[in-house]
């Protein structure tokens, strides 16, 4: 029978407490009616998290970094894969707890607007056009196909306007202007929907114009439901409602928030204050019809999953066990991990050569595996660290010396670290950076008082300190091997060191990733999904949500590193930039076409990025936009013509009331290899081709 039947003919033999128990992240067993218990409750931010044994990817910004949304959908459905394999284990042990069911509360698609913000490192960057991009191929993974069956239940979140402070993050109250909501913060949550029909929406712990994101009629139903068209499940964040009768001051009480909650559009709670439903029914407080509504949204998605047919039928429970951090998921871990890594500064100390001799390892990253996992991780038998993935790859006639030469925030106690003995090597290689316990999430780490966040956004001054202590021993080649979530910007390391790499929280085969990049085994093709500013001067007041001033798109100052910056061991050029038409009506469509040349030594992926600046009258335009991306694979000496269609989408704008508004006139397009920024080509990345597209 059609999914929509077989709910209304559940739901009507429920009582009120029984429907009312669905909509609770543990749902209770109906025994007389066959319904199981079910538990929501589930991660997979870059693997399975909190149940054991999974394959662990690179941490989500190191995702975004890729560039690449074929390696995201290739990921994702292996994420999928283990899901449904793991599923099946705990159902046959007969084990009924959080974290063993199907339903995830990934990905998150929040706008990285702040550099400081500590969960930064679980998002996509900066960007929202590079943000919908993978958020699109992360949720068509997870869910899959199968046109009457999820694969898993994928959650867009967290809606919307929520990035930090951690502290602050149930009573902040930000109040965005049209043109900002519109334009920065809603775009890709409108891709997951009409592109993706992501099943579940995660609202936000903070409030938005005033009011309670999971009591937010104006933003659940005016936008999400009337305006997107999504018709799936709306949840809260975990323990939000109870925010709205404590801190937030919203509600008196349990029945009353219940009701506040279900009237505005919420459907599910991550936490207990629904179980005051039956309660706020009787104080004719909400509907039952309300309830119900929101029951049948519940049950529709336990249906799509297959929880109510026999395991037979569904042709995702054949996966078996041993696809769980498999040979095949940990190559994909390792093949991702590389080309997320962005090279950031190169004087020809990369890559290494095969006959290299004496090789130094220091830094506090070297052999800590905390830097691998990032944060919502899974766990794995099979983690490379940094040191190993070194030690894997050297020839066996060079000689290795490690010491962790000083701590990852605190002064070193060892002398011997800080040992006169660098100078006598070919190459010192530096692991240094932050770690997921130095930033990260509220109550996460350890950063008071920014409770996650990172209020400075330095390197560790005694990791500086280290760096600065070995050049002056005369270590060179010095190439440093930087970990973390979120800019570090010390102008001085990337002086004092001939090459750094960027690796972000590389996932369980972070340290053959590595040494495959620094080897030159993988040619460097990660990009910088997030500005690199040159000082917190630069950044607005951090609780100010605003985007003047913010981000590549807005900002008027030089970065340190810009947007969709990162160097390679080749060399790419483009040329020949022409469009099949210059003027076009609004309306029509024109394409863009350029050539790509590989002019280096090296096989490489270049990252193409199209950019577009709007005309000049466009009200408060953003310097310019990412409107389009290719992952390009050429041979040394290739050239390839390519192309990109420049439809309305790709050249519409946003007017100060929130409205999408084609505006005529000249519109400014532009290729490259990263962001048009004057800084990209002084730091060494390619030219860009420019060109003008008329709009009449």
């Known amino acids: 029978m059609p999914v929509e039947e077989r709910v209304r003919n559940l739901l009507s033999q429920m009582s009120l407490e029984e429907k009312a128990s669905l909509l609770l992240t543990t749902a209770p067993a109906i025994p007389r009616l066959g319904v199981p218990a079910y538990f929501w409750s589930h991660e997979a931010l870059h693997g399975i998290a ?86 699109v191929a992360f949720v068509k993974g997870m869910q899959g196909n199968n046109p009457r069956y999820l694969k898993t239940a994928a959650c867009a979140k967290h809606f919307v306007v929520h990035s930090g402070p951690e502290k602050d993050r149930q009573t902040v109250n930000p109040t965005p202007s049209k043109k900002d909501f519109y334009e ?21 712990y903070n409030k938005l114009y005033n009011v309670p994101l999971c009591a937010n009629a104006p933003i659940l139903k005016g936008v999400l439901r009337n305006e997107l068209g999504f018709k799936g499940l709306i949840i809260s964040d ?11 001051n919203f509600s008196p009480n349990a029945t009353v928030t219940s009701a ?23 104080a004719g407080l909400v509907s039952e019809a ?39 998921h940990r190559q994909l871990a390792r093949k991702i991990a590389a080309a997320s890594i962005v090279l950031l500064k190169n004087n020809g100390a990369l890559p290494l050569k095969r006959d290299i001799r004496k090789i130094y390892v220091v830094g506090p990253n070297a052999t800590n595996g905390d830097v691998l996992f990032g944060n919502y991780n899974g766990f794995t038998a099979n983690m490379s660290l940094p040191l190993e993935g070194l030690v894997n790859k050297i020839s066996p006639a060079t000689i290795l010396e490690y010491r962790p030469g000083c701590r990852l925030d605190q002064n070193s106690l060892t002398a011997s670290d800080w040992t006169d003995v660098s100078h006598s090597f070919d190459a010192i290689i530096a692991y240094m950076g932050l770690s997921p ?97 040159a000082s917190e001067s630069q950044l607005p007041t951090f609780s100010d949500y605003a985007m003047k001033n913010r981000t590549y798109r ?116 532009q290729v490259a290899g990263a962001s048009p920024h004057v800084k990209s080509v002084t730091l060494g990345a390619p030219s860009p081709q420019q060109i003008i597209l008329t709009v009449k």
């Not at 975990?238 to 937030?248: D, F």
């Not at 049948?296 to 066990?321: C, H, M, W």
């Not at 810009?562 to 160097?567: S, T, V």
């Open 50 to 135: 909190r149940s054991g044994k999974a394959t662990v990817f690179p941490q989500a910004i190191g995702l975004a970094a890729t560039f690449d949304t074929t390696l995201i959908y290739e990921m994702t459905s292996a994420i999928s894969d283990e899901a449904r394999a793991k599923y099946i284990v705990y159902r046959n042990a007969g084990v009924q707890s959080e974290f063993t069911g199907l339903t995830f509360f990934s990905p998150n698609i929040n706008i990285y607007r702040d550099p400081r913000w500590g969960r930064g490192m679980e998002t996509y960057g900066e960007d929202p056009y590079l943000t919908a991009r993978i958020g």
């Open 184 to 204: 920065t913060y809603l775009p890709h949550f409108k891709a997951l929907v009409q592109e993706a029909n992501v099943a579940t929406f995660m609202a936000a």
């Open 238 to 248: 975990g323990g939000a409602l109870k925010h709205l009768h404590n801190s937030q």
């Open 260 to 282: 506040l909650a279900l009237n505005a559009g919420l459907n599910f709670e991550i936490g207990d204050q629904l179980k005051a439903l039956p309660a706020a029914v009787k």
């Open 290 to 328: 309300t309830i119900d509504s929101s029951a049948a949204i519940v049950l529709s998605i336990r249906f799509k999953l297959g929880l109510f047919d026999p395991i037979e039928s569904n042709p995702y429970n054949t996966l078996a066990a041993d696809i769980i951090n498999c040979q095949k």
């Open 437 to 533: 316990v130095i930033e990260g999430e509220e109550g996460e780490a350890i950063s008071s008082p920014g409770e996650g966040d990172r209020l400075k956004l330095d390197l560790p001054a005694n990791q500086v300190a280290y760096l600065k202590q070995q050049r002056n021993y005369g270590a060179k080649p010095i190439i440093l091997v930087l970990f973390g979530g979120s800019p570090i910007i010390n102008k001085e390391i990337y002086d004092l060191a001939d090459a750094v790499l960027y690796a972000w929280y590389p996932g369980e085969e972070g340290g053959n990733a590595i040494a495959d990049v620094l080897y030159g085994d993988v040619v460097p093709s990660g990009r910088l999904p997030i500005t690199f500013p």
């Open 554 to 669: 807005y900002s008027t100052s030089e970065p340190l590193f810009p947007f969709g910056f990162g160097l390679s061991y080749t060399h790419f050029a483009y040329s020949g930039i022409a469009l099949t038409s210059k003027a076009i009506k609004a309306g029509q469509q024109s394409e863009l076409t350029f050539t790509l040349t590989n002019a280096g030594t090296y096989d490489a992926n270049e990252v193409v990025q199209l950019y577009i600046t709007l005309p000049q009258y466009a009200p408060e335009r953003p310097s310019y936009s990412l409107k389009g991306i290719q992952k390009v694979f050429l041979k040394a000496g290739e050239s390839k013509k390519l192309s990109f269609k420049i439809s309305p989408k790709v050249y519409e704008g946003v007017n100060l009331m929130g409205k999408t508004e084609l505006f005529k006139g000249k519109y400014l397009l």
